[in-house]
């Protein structure tokens, strides 16, 4: 079992920034490939970024790269989202996912159902 934790959520302003994290508890930490989904209102969960589980690659959906960076410490046991430049359209629930356990850096996978933990999600609301 692994336990994910999610924290930094909040409303800013259209071209501001946030940086979300990700806690994570139970299993070893740095064999997991993690990602991170959002889920706006009525719509289906979407991938943002994911990345490997040495963090020495990384994926983003093309409406987020050069905005967003993912990152992680596993030595302590976070994955952060760092947010830049955000739009109205980023407006969702974010929530962190991992997938594994990893023998070693396989490519990450950018679909949701390849993650077999998630988190409760943090809101992100973005106003213009």
């Known amino acids: 079992q692994v336990q994910l934790v999610e924290s930094g959520g909040g409303l800013v302003q259209a071209g501001g920034s946030l940086r979300l994290s990700c806690a994570a508890s139970g299993r070893t930490f740095g064999d997991y490939h993690m990602g991170w989904f959002r889920q706006a209102p009525g719509k289906e969960r979407e991938f943002v970024a994911a990345i490997s589980r040495s963090g020495t690659s990384a994926s983003y959906a093309d409406s987020v790269k050069d905005r967003f960076t993912i990152s992680r410490d596993n030595l302590k046991n976070t994955v952060w989202l760092q947010m830049d430049s955000l739009k109205p359209e980023d407006t969702a629930v974010y929530s962190c996912?991992?997938?594994?356990?990893?023998?070693?850096?396989?490519?990450?996978?950018?679909?949701?159902?390849?993650?077999?933990?998630w988190g409760q999600g943090t809101q992100v609301t973005v106003s213009s």
């Open positions: 996912a991992a997938d594994g356990p990893k023998l070693w850096d396989t490519l990450v996978s950018r679909r949701g159902a390849s993650y077999e933990y």
